[in-house]
């Protein structure tokens, strides 16, 4: 009678239709010391089914713990950054500040009356031009050349 | 959520997670890596992992597609591989096979099944989970995997009683 029972639950088995309890059945049944002979061969099947569910992984999980505090450190690095950045920043425009106007007042004269201005400017303009004359004046023999080559080579 | 209420979230099925993987992967330190591959992932999403109504189901087919795209990774580095390395592996393996008990035997045949099967056969043989559960992690109906299963365990009974007859054991 138990024979029949098992192989009726074998059949519905191989045809995927048993439910967990009845394969819960089966595997009881081969694992118990008293087989019926010619199911004899299906004994490894489910005994390795039970074997394998025995399996358990060793190892811990090393679970990113880090992963907040590394974003936290992330963040840490990008301030201290800015702050440095913000730091050298300030200190040069600071001291820039403090630089250029006596910079200015001392190097480079300034006219506050603009007649006076004017008349600078135009000493410094006259300077100039007369300066750039004398170098016209001295191309001026050039000229001469170009005369004497000229009747020479007929062209 | 915090790490400790994680740790005991997951702990009822971490280790249903690694026999999957390992029935993917062969090799215990592979199924390991993928564990851990598949827990961090789960962390990662901790935020949202609240809305999942079965986190297991979740885990579960994160495991299966990831160890499915380990092999074919495997396969694909393989194929470069220079293919002596492999053929020269088969004799041993078979002489490993010949002096090793018949739950060894259960394993290698069911290695050989195709995937799929596989992950049938581990998920309600070893693992056994209700249909509508393996339906949620394999994304398939309910037929079609009792189809399926019926097709893998009558594979390993076939396998079984060559196996028998040959008198190999």
């Known amino acids: 009678m138990e024979f029949n029972k098992i192989e009726n639950l074998l059949e519905k088995y191989f045809q995927g239709e048993t439910s967990i309890a009845e394969e819960k059945e089966l595997k009881d049944y081969f694992s118990s010391p008293n087989v019926a002979q010619h199911l004899e061969q299906y004994k490894p099947m489910f005994g390795y089914f039970s074997q394998v569910k025995e399996q358990k992984s060793t190892q811990d999980i090393p679970l990113p713990k880090s992963r907040d505090n590394k974003r936290n450190v992330a963040w840490l690095s990008i301030a201290a950054s800015v702050v440095v950045l913000l730091g050298i920043g300030t200190y040069f425009y600071m001291s820039e500040k403090n630089a250029a106007p006596a910079v200015a007042q001392s190097e480079l004269g300034t006219y506050d009356d603009p007649e006076e201005a004017l008349a600078a400017t135009q000493k410094a303009l006259a300077l100039l031009s007369s300066n750039v004359n004398v170098g016209i004046g001295s191309v001026q023999y050039i000229k001469e050349y170009e005369q004497s080559k000229n009747k020479i080579f007929k062209q | 959520m915090n790490q400790n209420v994680f740790i005991e979230l997951i702990n009822p099925f971490k280790d249903k997670v690694f026999r999957l993987a390992k029935r993917l992967l062969t090799s215990t330190e592979e199924a390991e890596d993928a564990t851990q591959e598949v827990m961090v992932k789960l962390w990662n999403k901790k935020e949202v992992l609240d809305s999942y109504n079965n986190i297991e189901a979740v885990a579960m087919t994160m495991t299966k597609n990831y160890c499915l795209d380990q092999l074919k990774s495997k396969r694909a580095g393989n194929l470069k591989i220079v293919h002596n390395n492999y053929t020269d592996r088969e004799p041993q393996l078979d002489k490993k096979l010949e002096d090793s008990n018949s739950l060894e035997?259960?394993?290698?045949?069911?290695?050989?099944?195709?995937?799929?099967?596989?992950?049938?056969?581990?998920?309600?043989?070893?693992?056994?989970?209700?249909?509508?559960?393996?339906?949620?992690?394999?994304?398939?109906?309910?037929?079609?995997?009792?189809?399926?299963?019926?097709?893998?365990?009558?594979?390993?009974?076939?396998?079984?009683?060559?196996?028998?007859?040959?008198?190999?054991?």
């Open chain 2, 105 to 169: 035997w259960v394993e290698k045949i069911i290695n050989q099944l195709p995937e799929q099967l596989q992950i049938l056969i581990q998920l309600r043989d070893v693992e056994q989970y209700e249909f509508d559960e393996i339906a949620k992690i394999v994304n398939m109906n309910e037929t079609a995997i009792r189809v399926a299963l019926s097709r893998a365990r009558k594979k390993i009974r076939e396998s079984m009683v060559n196996t028998h007859s040959y008198g190999i054991q």
